[in-house]
């Protein structure tokens, strides 16, 4: 008997979803904080994370955390702090879709029976495949109907009128270019209407790779504009429910704001095909434009839909 699929829940202003009974995250890069900030503030930030996610998971009922790699930052020293992060969640069973940083982490955990590794390049659970997304996926996973991807830590640019800028955040999910050549070659059988979710960044310190920048490892002279004011309209539950009540259950539980609800239309001046910039070099599904992004869906984390990425895409 085949599994049952579930739909994603986009958690309310945190970069965080739930699939059926397991909370998903991405990037956490532990030790990232102590090259920005000094050695000083690792114990403030991992209690926060801690916190933060053993909350996220007991408020949506979620007994499992799928971590989408690159859980610590240095990619060879060591840092003992990712024993205490471990630590802090024993109570859930933990999976581990180890990333390109996550070198010698299995020493970290051999002592808690709870976490667990998946193999490279990544794991399927309930009709959804988990990868970090370095690596090429299997084509069983690629026959999945969601595929979760982390690395990239996917964000959006906005320039107001006196040129000041502000990066957010964003989950963006679309499809497979199913006319290319590659995605027929390397994946015969896969399932053309899969959605890719690329996650954001859980780390707090990290922003991510604006998708609309158009320099290199720079911000976007032709970022999107930011939508005036009362054209955004929000469709998401109030903070106060952002724990979806529904998490867990086996019908399927609805997204707190959906991919169907009604979206602000507004166009930017720049449109068409995706910018050259960081965030389409990272991962090979990005690398070889496997991955439909012109016609992608662009969510905030406070849960506006900002449609289509085509919108917000500079015209190379």
């Known amino acids: 008997m085949p599994s049952k699929s579930f739909e994603p829940i986009f958690l309310h202003d945190v970069p965080a979803c739930v699939y059926s009974d397991s909370l998903v995250i991405a990037d956490a890069h532990i030790g990232l904080e102590t090259e920005i900030l000094g050695k000083g503030s690792a114990p403030v930030f991992l209690k926060k994370n801690v916190e ?13 955390i799928i971590l989408l790699g690159d859980v610590k930052h240095k990619i060879t020293a060591e840092d003992d702090f990712v024993f205490d992060f ?11 879709v180890p990333g390109n940083h996550d070198g010698s982490l299995k020493k970290y955990a051999m002592f808690h029976t709870n976490v667990k590794f998946a193999e490279q390049p990544g794991m399927i659970y309930n009709n959804a495949a988990f990868a970090h997304g370095h690596t090429w996926p299997t084509e ?9 991807v982390g690395h990239s830590h996917p964000a959006i640019e906005f320039v107001d009128k006196l040129e000041s800028k502000s990066v957010q955040k964003i989950w963006l999910m679309g499809g497979l270019e199913g006319e290319s050549e590659m995605l027929a070659k390397k994946y015969p059988n896969a399932n053309l209407k899969i959605k890719v979710i690329f996650v954001p960044a859980f780390n707090p310190l990290i922003t991510g790779s604006a998708i609309n920048s158009t320099r290199e490892g720079s911000s976007a002279p032709g970022a999107a504009r930011f939508v005036p004011r009362g054209q955004m309209r929000p469709f998401f539950g109030s903070p106060k429910n952002r724990a979806a009540k529904r998490c867990g259950d086996r019908s399927g539980g609805r997204s707190r704001w959906s991919a169907t609800a009604s979206r602000h239309r507004r166009r930017s001046a720049h449109s068409g095909g995706a910018a050259a910039n960081d965030f389409y070099r990272a991962g090979p599904l990005l690398k070889n434009k496997l991955f439909k992004a012109a016609e992608a869906k662009i969510y905030l984390l406070n849960g506006i839909n900002l449609g289509s990425a085509k919108n917000y895409l500079k015209t190379n």
């Open 140 to 148: 069983e996973m690629m026959q999945q109907d969601y595929l979760f």
């Open 52 to 64: 933060q996610i053993v909350a996220l998971a007991n408020e949506n009922n979620c007994k499992k």
């Open 86 to 96: 471990f630590k802090g969640l024993q109570d859930f069973e933990v999976t581990i």
